[in-house]
């Protein structure tokens, strides 16, 4: 087997793994497709099986592309094996060796290359959706079964979306938020792909709260997407180029803080170091990048500046995102905001740390394994029986609106990012 | 596709038989070495389907081994001539608990640690404590006999069995023992099977019995600058009308690689510590704290801390749970093994341990269970150092001879399955294992279940490397 296919299955980061099995109870896919084969210690053998070339690349396909790769693993691994790395080496391989059929190939092309990271058709998406939403079309198609037809199962997903803000009112944004007081620190807002075009107004609730705290809000202009979405589906050298333009876009000012209110984005992000060789200058520029990038949460709760006065009488419950808790390792700080808001009752899940299906694009591409995930999910939340389920990141926030609905309890029950919950809360600047 | 795995589809869904190369290789490894490819995978998931597999299997003479979670240090459930996995975790779980009659009836899939949880909620406990404990099936603990920190107190999993449900290699599903504390009927065929390792039958359901929670534990660490003075503390304890449920032991090798992984202020500077954990009612916690503190002042201790609040505690015992990571950072392939000796017999077990080191140039480092002699020396290497391995297997070697020698045994509490069954004859004697291969063998006439553990080939050796 040649040295390089070695190498990007990073088969010397497979020996870490001494297949203990203590991964086993933490993976979802373990527990909901009842096999070795879909466990982590079960991935990581195969991957060294087909580096050694005792098994086939593809025989790896399914087993990876089933990989939430939520990252629960890492979090009760007791020799620290490197999975993330594993698992997009592991990515990539398989998609380079792919025979996808056309039409899937340059679908995936134009989301990945063109669409995710362009912020003019992100703006459309969310502008399309808005028309689409206001115009009665939503109703009409719905009650037709338009959306049903389309391939993959997009109709499962277009009844949950927000509403969206007009046209108008996405290009009166300005690119600055400067407080009238004297700012306690400059903060470097990043805006997410699906943030900016379906959860708009999310970001800008988000600002909102980072002015009311007492930061000064920069939205640099040149910024763009994470690459997360790129590097799970095996495009690494993608999203390499996306870091590089990401950490250029937000030296030009000395921020404080850069943040981000989408799990999935901060633990990109907090990744880039790895993107590249240790000693390199890029190293180094992203390692000093790295060492700003916060949850929305973490600097919430680092300034302080926030005072909950009115009352807000919600029984809620949070939703971890996997990647906000197994990669940020941000856990506490939501449910500390969550328990300022007088009136509100917090109830905690009894399994938190499970995924809830979302995972990236996993729940458009591998439909009915995300489902089964979601049903696992659902059956905790409705133990506690909250009126708001709070997310911390658009996957999952979309996946807990779908559940919602699948269990028919729409108008009971809702998502809410932990963002609009707060401003739900209108907290005043303590300063 | 060979015919008989056809057969196999005719009674158990075709979705539970698993026969692609990506499904085989995920059965073909447990926590030990080696792998194995079986020909397919089998999960069942009720004693009828047990059933059915194992008489197919005894008429073609196909091997079956069965598995819980795979999480065997020794070998037990590597499919080493191929034939079948019999994958047990899938079964659908259930505790049926008899608070009453302070016992459990539990399905061979049930997580262990998930029997004490459920006994907890009735001030009850389930005892053994293997580390593994949250990942691992009763059945395996079961079939391979697990220990734990616990067993110092408690002993090891075969005594705390009251009965058994089992499948026989023909077949036929019989039940062994009962649900009563006392049962005297007989041959105890519950004793044969628990820790035969799955070579006599297949474990379908048990009956355990618990004990009540102690209300109360205490933990103290204790320092010393000398292995002996340790071992001999340990024994003077013991010998003082105290029984701690667990006393743990690290070298200072351990405790180096602890405090450089994840700083938990052990004293760096000991030659050994050990911590101990006491149970039972609060006053009388507070009667033996104080006993034990004057026994180590007088055996020589460097330090003693009992810690100020359950987080100290807690603190303490999560460096002792590091020890195994933090020895993984070493060197990657870790060695484990759990050779055990007269607790006494410590310090002596542990001057050869520093002797194989040098005469090999080899990381070995002891922690584990002192209190009942049960130390684990792990041997930190390189599986893909083709030249070192092979001082391993040699210092593996001595190492078993040195506890036999000291009047130990190979296997406290890990089995013997493939990496031990080399050893077997130097303890037990020509004989000895002998008369356990005639009950093997009556049991199981055609030798399909779980062939290769246990009992040597001919010319079998310990092999770790491979060139």
Redesign the interface.
Same mark, same amino acid.
């Given at each position: 087997m040649s040295s390089l296919l070695k190498e990007k299955l990073h088969y010397d980061k497979t020996?870490?793994c001494?297949?203990?099995?203590?991964c @086993? #109870?933490a993976c979802p896919t373990y527990e909901t497709m009842?096999?070795?084969?879909h466990?982590p210690r079960?991935r990581i053998? @195969?991957v060294k099986?087909v580096a050694e070339g005792?098994?086939?690349v593809e025989? @790896?396909r399914? #087993?990876i592309e089933k990989c939430l790769g939520c990252m629960a693993c890492t979090t009760v691994c #007791?020799?620290?094996v490197q999975y993330g790395a594993i698992f997009e080496g592991a990515k990539q391989v398989v998609d380079d060796e792919s025979e996808k059929a056309k039409p899937r190939k340059l679908m995936e092309d134009f989301f990945f290359q063109t669409f995710f990271p362009s912020s003019k058709w992100m703006n459309s998406l969310g502008n399309a959706t808005w028309f689409y939403q206001t115009s009665g079309l939503q109703k009409i198609s719905q009650q037709f079964g338009l959306t049903k037809r389309v391939p993959l199962p997009i109709d499962k997903f277009e009844t949950i979306l927000p509403s969206m803000p007009s046209p108008k009112e996405r290009r009166a944004r300005v690119g600055r938020y400067v407080r009238k007081r004297p700012s306690c620190a400059k903060v470097g807002f990043f805006k997410g792909c699906i943030m900016d075009s379906v959860f708009y107004k999310t970001n800008q609730n988000t600002m909102e709260l980072l002015l009311r705290s007492g930061a000064e809000v920069v939205f640099p202009k040149q910024q763009t997407c994470c690459g997360a979405l790129h590097a799970h589906s095996g495009k690494v050298d993608h999203s390499i180029e996306l870091a590089k333009q990401n950490i250029e876009a937000f030296e030009e000012e000395g921020f404080d803080y850069i943040v981000s209110n989408a799990g999935g984005c901060g633990a990109r992000l907090v990744e880039y170091p790895h993107l590249f060789e240790e000693g390199s200058s890029w190293h180094e520029r992203a390692s000093a990048f790295v060492s700003r990038v916060k949850d929305i949460s973490e600097v919430l709760m680092e300034m302080d500046g926030l005072l909950f006065e009115k009352e807000l009488h919600r029984t809620v419950t949070y939703q971890p995102s996997c990647h906000l808790r197994n990669v940020q390792k941000v856990t506490d700080e939501p449910l500390a905001l969550l328990k300022q808001i007088p009136g509100l009752t917090l109830r905690e899940l009894e399994r938190p740390e499970f995924c809830c299906g979302s995972a990236g694009v996993y729940n458009i591409v591998n439909y009915e394994e995300a489902m089964d995930i979601l049903d696992v999910k659902m059956k905790d939340v409705c133990g506690v029986k909250p009126d708001r389920i709070v997310t911390s990141n658009p996957g999952c926030h979309l996946q807990m609106k779908l559940g919602v609905e699948r269990e028919g309890l729409s108008g009971k029950m809702d998502a809410v990012h932990l963002v609009d919950l707060l401003m739900e809360a209108d907290p005043q600047p303590k300063y | 596709m060979e015919k008989w795995i056809e057969e196999l589809k005719g009674f158990v869904p075709e979705s539970r038989v698993l026969t692609s190369v990506a499904d085989r290789h995920s059965y073909s490894f447990d926590a030990s070495f080696g792998e194995h490819l079986p020909d397919v995978v089998v999960q069942v998931k009720e004693k009828q389907e047990v059933s059915d597999v194992l008489k197919l299997a005894n008429r073609c003479k196909i091997p079956v081994h069965p598995r819980g979670s795979g999480t065997c240090l020794s070998g037990g459930p590597l499919p080493v001539h191929g034939g079948i996995v019999l994958d047990m975790s899938q079964w659908p779980a259930s505790i049926d608990l008899r608070p009453r009659d302070l016992t459990v009836t539990v399905a061979p899939s049930v997580l262990t640690a998930n029997i004490n949880k459920a006994a907890e909620e009735h001030g009850l406990m389930y005892a053994p404590d293997p580390s593994s404990a949250h990942v691992a099936t009763i059945g395996g603990n079961l079939a391979e006999n697990s220990g734990g920190p616990r067993g110092l107190k408690y002993g090891v999993t075969k005594d705390h069995v009251l009965g058994l449900e089992v499948v026989t290699p023909e077949g036929e599903i019989i039940q062994t023992g009962g649900q009563t504390i006392k049962n005297v009927t007989g041959i105890d065929l519950t004793k044969l099977i628990v820790g035969s390792e799955g070579t006599l039958a297949v474990i379908v359901g048990a009956t355990l019995k618990l004990m009540p929670k102690p209300p109360a534990v205490q933990t103290i660490m204790v320092a010393f600058d000398e292995v002996r003075k340790a071992g001999e503390a340990i024994s003077q304890t013991l010998t003082s009308g105290i029984l701690p449920a667990k006393m743990e032991f690290m070298d200072q090798a351990c405790i180096t690689a602890v405090e450089n992984f994840q700083p938990a202020g052990l004293p760096v500077d000991a030659a050994a510590v050990i911590i101990i954990e006491l149970d039972g009612h609060p006053e009388t916690l507070g009667v033996e704290r104080g006993l034990i503190e004057e026994i180590m002042q007088d055996m020589g201790a460097e330090e003693i801390l009992i810690p100020k609040s359950e987080e100290e505690a807690a603190k303490l015992w999560h460096a002792r749970k590091q020890v195994s990571p933090a020895i993984a950072k070493i060197k990657p392939t870790k060695v484990s093994e759990d050779a055990t000796v007269p607790r006494s017999k410590i310090p002596d077990f542990m001057d050869r341990l520093q002797l194989l080191k040098e005469k090999y140039d080899l990381e070995i480092v002891a922690f584990g269970h002192a209190g009942d002699g049960n130390l684990h020396p792990n041997i930190l290497c390189d599986k893909r150092d083709v030249e070192e391995m092979k001082r391993v297997e040699m210092a593996v070697e001595e190492m078993f001879q040195a506890a036999l020698d000291l009047g130990g045994t190979l296997s406290g509490e890990h089995g013997i399955g493939t990496m031990k069954a080399p050893f077997m004859e130097l303890e037990l004697g020509e004989v000895g294992l002998d008369m356990m291969k005639r009950i093997k063998d009556s049991w199981d006439p055609n030798g399909i279940l779980n062939p290769g553990k246990v009992f040597p080939e001919k010319g079998q050796k310990l092999v770790l490397h491979h060139e």
């Open positions: 020996f870490d001494v297949q203990c099995g203590y @086993l #109870p009842e096999k070795e084969t466990s079960g053998n @195969l099986m005792k098994a086939s025989d @790896l399914e #087993p #007791p020799t620290n | -």
